[in-house]
């Protein structure tokens, strides 16, 4: 008896020495991003079914990663109502009712988001119409970062326009089975460029703060409320090099901020974890961190799931993120060119009735086109789809300048591609024959308003140096073969300016960089620029015809912040292409050639391009193909 009480002592000694394991809970947390009403699986623009976007898709990756485990929630990251042919349908063809709830709602509400954020675009149909649409959400919208204006000029005063953060407070299990409350801290955040995005729509009402020293402010506040884990879901891109203040990419300084446990990021329509940012000293792809921060950022249009896995350790009554992961799934297989899901049944009939009305409005006919019009070179050669959205302009606004004291000056027209690659949304590739709306909404994609500038010939020169950036600089005695475009510039940076001619020297470096900052002053890369074949007058006034974007202030082009607009037409840009098309009944687009880079002696300029462009090589006498990639890309080379 005494040995076995001496061993139940022993016992209970070592039991009281031993210390007990620490509980651990495990939550996933999923986003999707930049959806822009790409709801359903399909190709509006060549009225055909895709495999490679859509959140009918998404949805089924979604229930997967659900099932996988025991805790998770749901976050949508913004870019959601605006961006497809649906969205347009919805805003603007057959606008929402009273009382109606948006299908990209009914949609979320289906699948069971627990938050959403803001993007920048939720704003392009106005604030009435996302006030409207977020009525119908059943889950909370954050924004952190937007504020009602009050017109004193006192930041300090001003009050939120949206709900800042949410706590979210749910019940996990942990390992053991065991059940526990546990807060989430949910907080959203839009690049405060979105005031000169939307000037119009939101001058006077919304004022923006700086991202980072926004969440300095409130992330103390959303700990001290107690949430054990504080999730930033941010409408924002991963900026590379300084971060300056008003910063339009701000993860990078948000992944320095203390109590962040994970960063949803989008907006700039990349993929995070990805070879793209390899070579940024704070992240990990293995691991999907930055700064040691799990984060995702989940591409565009469904065309993946973000997914963090966070490990939870519970000491001293508190809970604390011990570790973290993050991951993205795609739903196509980019090697293969096959899906790895098929679509949600229950998502394709929470739309039907949209995206019936969608196909039956895109493919109202306008006109026709005697050739095709694409964009698989519109970065490398002056091109017959921005030289047709060139013309639309000119003729809208010859119409409404009449009268007026521009009436008398030379008129230009800004015009870029939008669809340039993967990142734009593939590339535009219409057949000669009926032009139908959705052919049009492909050429223009955006919901820009026309307008146009009064600017000085020096400004004319500025402006094409600025679009020349897309470009990387070619090194004459370099390698022999070398990469001409600059795939970090998105292709809209290239607008080119139609009623003056010039070449683009691409062995000067780039007089600017992103930001509108002057990189290099003694750079020139635009040469030869003329105006009626004569070099041109840099005190010379000129009307720019452009969109709104541009014309306000959008990616700071030199010179162009809003001030010198001389014309705010009622109508978009893809409407005064819809107009032009209608009026000219049948379109011959060929690009006149005012513009040309220049070939570089023995240098081989290396470009690649979808391999779509190859059917279209007799019609470029400057590009030879040469490799086929046979992943829907291949490899060309501009000739001299």
Same mark, same amino acid.
Request: proline content about 7%; hydrophobic content about 40%; aromatic content about 8%.
């Given at each position: 008896?005494?040995?076995?009480?001496?061993?139940?002592?022993?016992?209970?000694?070592?039991?009281? =020495?031993?210390?007990?394991?620490?509980?651990?809970? $495990?939550?996933?947390?999923?986003?999707?991003?930049?959806?822009?009403?790409?709801?359903?699986?399909?190709?509006?623009?060549?009225?055909?079914?895709?495999?490679?976007?859509?959140?009918?898709?998404?949805?089924?990756?979604? $229930?997967?990663? !659900?099932?996988?485990?025991?805790?998770?929630?749901?976050?949508?990251?913004?870019?959601?109502? @605006?961006?497809?042919?649906?969205?347009?349908?919805?805003?603007?063809?057959?606008?929402?009712?009273?009382?109606?709830?948006?299908? =990209?709602?009914?949609?979320?509400?289906?699948?069971?988001?627990?938050?959403?954020?803001?993007?920048?675009?939720?704003?392009?149909?106005?604030?009435?119409?996302?006030?409207?649409?977020?009525?119908?959400?059943?889950?909370?919208?954050?924004?952190?970062?937007?504020?009602?204006?009050?017109?004193?000029?006192?930041?300090?005063?001003?009050?939120?326009?949206?709900?800042?953060?949410?706590?979210?407070?749910?019940?996990?299990?942990?390992?053991?089975?065991?059940?526990?409350?546990?807060?989430?801290?949910?907080?959203?955040?839009?690049?405060?460029?979105?005031?000169?995005?939307?000037?119009?729509?939101?001058?006077?009402?919304?004022?923006?703060?700086?991202?980072?020293?926004?969440?300095?402010?409130?992330?103390?506040?959303?700990?001290?409320?107690?949430?054990?884990?504080?999730?930033?879901?941010?409408?924002?891109?991963?900026?590379?090099?300084?971060?300056?203040?008003?910063?339009?990419?701000?993860?990078?300084?948000?992944?320095?901020?203390?109590?962040?446990?994970?960063?949803?990021?989008?907006?700039?329509?990349?993929?995070?974890?990805?070879?793209?940012?390899?070579?940024?000293?704070?992240?990990?792809?293995?691991?999907?961190?930055?700064?040691?921060?799990?984060?995702?950022?989940?591409?565009?249009?469904?065309?993946?799931?973000?997914?963090?896995?966070?490990?939870?350790?519970?000491?001293?009554?508190?809970?604390?993120?011990?570790?973290?992961?993050?991951?993205?799934?795609?739903?196509?297989?980019?090697?293969?060119?096959?899906?790895?899901?098929?679509?949600?049944?229950?998502?394709?009939?929470?739309?039907?009735?949209?995206?019936?009305?969608?196909? =039956?409005?895109?493919?109202?006919?306008?006109?026709?086109?005697?050739?095709?019009?694409?964009?698989?070179?519109?970065?490398?050669?002056?091109?017959?789809?921005?030289?047709?959205? =060139? &013309?639309?302009?000119?003729?809208?606004?010859? !119409?409404?300048?009449?009268?007026?004291? &521009?009436?008398?000056?030379?008129?230009?027209?800004?015009?870029?591609?939008?669809?340039?690659?993967?990142?734009?949304?593939?590339?535009?590739?219409?057949?000669?024959?009926?032009?139908?709306?959705?052919?049009?909404?492909?050429?223009?994609?955006?919901?820009?308003?026309?307008?146009?500038?009064?600017?000085?010939?020096?400004?004319?020169?500025?402006?094409?140096?600025?679009?020349?950036?897309?470009?990387?600089?070619?090194?004459?005695?370099?390698?022999?073969?070398?990469?001409?475009?600059?795939?970090?510039?998105?292709?809209?940076?290239?607008?080119?300016?139609?009623?003056?001619?010039?070449?683009?020297?691409?062995?000067?470096?780039?007089?600017?960089?992103?930001?509108?900052?002057?990189?290099?002053?003694?750079?020139?890369?635009?040469?030869?620029?003329?105006?009626?074949?004569?070099?041109?007058?840099? @005190?010379?006034?000129?009307?720019?015809?452009?969109?709104?974007?541009?014309?306000?202030?959008?990616?700071?082009?030199?010179?162009?912040?809003?001030?010198?607009?001389?014309?705010?037409?009622?109508?978009?840009?893809?409407?005064?292409?819809?107009?032009?098309?209608?009026?000219?009944?049948?379109?011959?687009?060929?690009?006149?050639?005012?513009?040309?880079?220049?070939?570089?002696?023995?240098?081989?300029?290396?470009?690649?391009?979808?391999?779509?462009?190859?059917?279209?090589?007799?019609?470029?006498?400057?590009?030879?193909?040469?490799?086929?990639?046979?992943?829907?890309?291949?490899?060309?080379?501009?000739?001299?």
């Amino acid at each position: 008896m005494m040995q076995l009480s001496a061993l139940l002592a022993g016992l209970c000694l070592l039991a009281i =020495a031993t210390p007990t394991p620490a509980q651990q809970l $495990k939550l996933r947390l999923l986003e999707s991003t930049d959806v822009h009403m790409y709801l359903m699986d399909y190709d509006y623009y060549q009225d055909k079914p895709s495999a490679e976007y859509g959140l009918a898709r998404t949805a089924t990756l979604i $229930k997967a990663a !659900r099932a996988e485990v025991k805790n998770s929630l749901l976050f949508d990251n913004g870019d959601l109502l @605006q961006g497809g042919p649906m969205g347009e349908y919805v805003a603007r063809v057959k606008p929402l009712q009273p009382g109606q709830v948006h299908p =990209a709602f009914r949609v979320m509400n289906s699948l069971g988001y627990d938050a959403a954020n803001i993007g920048n675009h939720e704003f392009n149909y106005g604030l009435p119409f996302l006030k409207q649409s977020l009525t119908g959400a059943t889950f909370p919208y954050v924004n952190a970062n937007l504020y009602l204006e009050d017109g004193d000029g006192n930041p300090a005063n001003d009050k939120n326009a949206y709900t800042p953060y949410v706590i979210l407070e749910r019940n996990f299990t942990d390992e053991n089975g065991a059940a526990h409350p546990l807060k989430v801290g949910v907080i959203g955040f839009v690049p405060p460029q979105v005031m000169v995005w939307d000037r119009d729509r939101l001058t006077g009402q919304i004022a923006a703060h700086d991202i980072v020293q926004t969440a300095q402010h409130f992330l103390p506040e959303m700990k001290a409320r107690g949430a054990d884990v504080i999730v930033v879901i941010a409408h924002s891109g991963f900026e590379f090099g300084e971060s300056v203040f008003f910063a339009e990419n701000a993860v990078a300084r948000l992944a320095e901020q203390a109590g962040v446990d994970a960063i949803l990021f989008g907006h700039s329509h990349g993929e995070f974890p990805g070879r793209y940012f390899s070579n940024h000293s704070k992240t990990d792809l293995q691991r999907g961190t930055i700064n040691g921060i799990p984060a995702v950022m989940p591409g565009f249009w469904g065309s993946h799931l973000g997914v963090v896995d966070l490990v939870l350790q519970k000491t001293a009554g508190a809970w604390k993120v011990s570790s973290g992961k993050g991951e993205i799934r795609p739903i196509w297989d980019r090697a293969t060119r096959k899906p790895l899901v098929e679509a949600d049944p229950r998502v394709v009939e929470l739309v039907a009735d949209e995206h019936a009305g969608t196909l =039956a409005f895109m493919r109202a006919p306008l006109g026709e086109a005697r050739s095709p019009i694409h964009t698989y070179f519109s970065l490398v050669g002056d091109d017959p789809s921005v030289q047709l959205i =060139a &013309q639309a302009q000119l003729a809208y606004a010859r !119409r409404a300048l009449a009268g007026t004291p &521009q009436a008398g000056l030379p008129l230009l027209s800004a015009a870029s591609p939008f669809k340039t690659g993967p990142r734009g949304g593939g590339y535009v590739d219409i057949p000669a024959g009926t032009l139908s709306l959705r052919n049009a909404a492909e050429i223009y994609v955006y919901p820009n308003a026309l307008q146009a500038v009064e600017v000085t010939g020096a400004q004319v020169r500025e402006w094409l140096e600025m679009s020349a950036l897309v470009y990387n600089r070619i090194d004459p005695q370099g390698p022999p073969e070398q990469n001409l475009i600059n795939t970090a510039v998105p292709g809209y940076f290239l607008d080119t300016l139609d009623g003056v001619t010039y070449r683009i020297d691409v062995t000067q470096p780039a007089r600017y960089q992103r930001g509108g900052k002057l990189a290099n002053p003694e750079a020139h890369r635009v040469v030869d620029l003329r105006y009626q074949g004569q070099p041109i007058d840099e @005190q010379a006034r000129f009307v720019v015809v452009t969109n709104s974007h541009r014309a306000s202030g959008g990616d700071a082009f030199p010179g162009l912040d809003g001030n010198n607009i001389v014309l705010r037409a009622p109508d978009e840009n893809r409407e005064a292409l819809v107009q032009f098309i209608k009026t000219a009944r049948i379109v011959n687009p060929a690009a006149d050639d005012n513009w040309r880079l220049e070939a570089v002696p023995g240098v081989k300029l290396r470009f690649v391009s979808g391999s779509g462009g190859i059917a279209h090589l007799a019609q470029q006498p400057r590009v030879k193909l040469v490799k086929d990639n046979g992943d829907g890309s291949a490899l060309y080379e501009l000739a001299p």
